[in-house]
Nanobody, 121 residues
Framework: QVQLVESGGGLVQPGGSLRLSCAAS????????MGWYRQAPGKQRELVAA???????NYADSVKGRFTISRDNAKNTVYLQMNSLKPEDTAVYYC???????????????WGQGTQVTVSS
């Protein structure tokens, strides 16, 4: 059994910062890509940022230069540092990870429960 537990969401004023964390736990053999998605009311879930086990990153155009994704492989944890937040960043943010639980098996897709980020004055 694998769990992803997010933390760090909340209410922040425009221009402010927040840092999200997501820790994976359970029967983990290897973690490949870890990432953050978000879903605003009435909109589809979208990729915000992703990071490979080797540290390669990918960002949505809307957050480039403002958000930074990082990971601590020893702690099975991924972070999302969000700066210069805008009202349009308001959404539920979900952690995602591709994880194998058994050696030589294909990875499975795991999701966290989501954390609310609200940017408002």
């Amino acid at each position: 059994q694998v769990q992803l537990v997010e933390s760090g969401g909340g209410l922040v004023q425009p221009g402010g910062s927040l840092r999200l964390s997501c820790a994976a736990s359970g029967s983990i053999f290897s973690i490949y890509i870890m990432g953050w998605y978000r879903q605003a009311p009435g909109k589809q879930r979208e990729l915000v940022a992703a990071i490979s086990s080797g540290g390669s990153t990918n960002y949505a155009d809307s957050v480039k230069g403002r958000f930074t994704i990082s990971r601590d492989n020893a702690k099975n944890t991924v972070y999302l540092q969000m700066n210069s937040l805008k009202p349009e960043d308001t959404a539920v943010y979900y952690c995602n990870a591709l994880i194998t639980t058994v050696q030589a098996s294909p990875p499975d897709d795991y999701w966290g429960q989501g954390t609310q980020v609200t940017v408002s004055s």
